[in-house]
Structures are given as structure tokens and as C-alpha cells.
């Protein structure tokens, strides 16, 4: 399982029931597990789930590798891309979790996939890997633009195909859509903003139970309580 290595709550007991399972499906093969963990650079080389209840006893132990480990090996990994794609995926995780600055990132994902040509990929492995890559570097929605422009560049300059008709149109599709439920979200934040005001100016501080009930609505609604308020001898009126 490949797992952040932040989130590790009840990792262990999933990694043996996935091994169970596993070993159910496939009766006399042989199982192993194995946890890949992203974002952390040091660690235990194995883990275990441990469980004990009226002299039932069971232990369940497996290796774990640490990516962020491979950072010191990068020309290792550069060297291994031509023949090994697994390591421009590890390539392009280590490049993930190296910044959250956009233009960084920008620069790096489109160093990353103009590599691919010059490793020798074919022009199917190529857009396979872009894929992964620009699914695992996510950048900033206005830098978008710009990553598509590279792409549009580097296939002129190589005379390839990197990301096929249909995907550009799926690419602007969702890109339109984020902008639209970003736009969205901004009038909804401003509304409930103004409503919290006039809630806090006429009742004094916003319950908790009222702000979630801002948090979760919609424009109708919003407008509704902003009208109710008016009206209002409790701050429960306003939200009935």
C-alpha cells in the first residue's frame, strides 16, 4: 500500500486485513506486503499489527520503504528512468512533495516529462506517463494553461503526440469547471460572510451549530436567512 506518510492511523490493522484478503483470493500463493510510504524521509525499515485478547495472541509484520529516502539517490533514479519506469514515478512523487510553490512545481513537472522522449519511451509508455505525472504534481488551476502550452511545444519539438484530442477536451472540460465551482464557492463564502456579520451584529457570537448550518447551504438558503433576520426575535428564527 502506498500511503502519506502523515496519515498512519489504523495503518497497520489495514495492512493485514488487505494481506488476509489477499491470501483468501489467492490460496497457495505466495503474499507479500509491502507499505511505500511518500513524505516521510526516515523511519522503522518494518512495521506490525499486533493483537492480543484472552491468550489469543497474533503478530503481523512487514518491510516498509521510506520514498523520501530516494531524494539523496536522485542520480541513481535518473539513471534507471530509461529502463525503468518506476522510477519516473518515484521521480515525479519526490518532485511532488519537494515544494507547494506553483512556478517551482510548473518548472519541474515539464522537466520531468521532457525527459521521457530523451529516456527512450515509446509514444504509448510516453502518454501513459504524463498521465501519472500530471496526476501526482498538481499544480495551481491558472498555471494550467501554461503546463498545456509545454506540452503543445514539446510535441512540436519531437514531433510526438503527448496528450491525445480527447483528453485536451476533458483537460479544458474540468479546468472550466473548476473555475465555475471556484467562482461558485466565492459568491457562497461572501453571502455567508455578510449573513455571519448581521447574525454576530444582532444576536452577539455565532454559535458553532449555526456556523456549520452557513458552511453546508446554499445560495437560496443563505438568501432566505439574510431575509428572516429582519424579522427575527432569536437567532434561531433566522435559521428556521
Known sequence: EIQAGRRLKLFTQRMF???IRLREQYPGRQ???LAVLTERGEGAQRMSYTYEYWGCELMFSFPVVHLEAWRTG???LMALAPQNPFAVVILAQLQANATRDGPQRLARKTELVRHLKH???GRDNIQQMVRIIDAMVSLPAELEPAFEQAIHQLEEETQMTYVTSVERVRLQRARDEALEQGIE???LD???AVLAALVTRKFG???DWARVRMNRADEAALNRWAL???DAQRIEDVFA
Open 17 to 19: 486485513t488487505y494481506h
Open 31 to 33: 503474499v507479500v506486503s
Open 74 to 76: 536522485l542520480p541513481e
Open 119 to 121: 529516456w527512450g519511451f
Open 185 to 187: 464557492r466565492g459568491q
Open 190 to 192: 461572501g453571502a455567508a
Open 205 to 207: 457570537a455565532l454559535p
Open 228 to 230: 428572516q433576520i429582519l
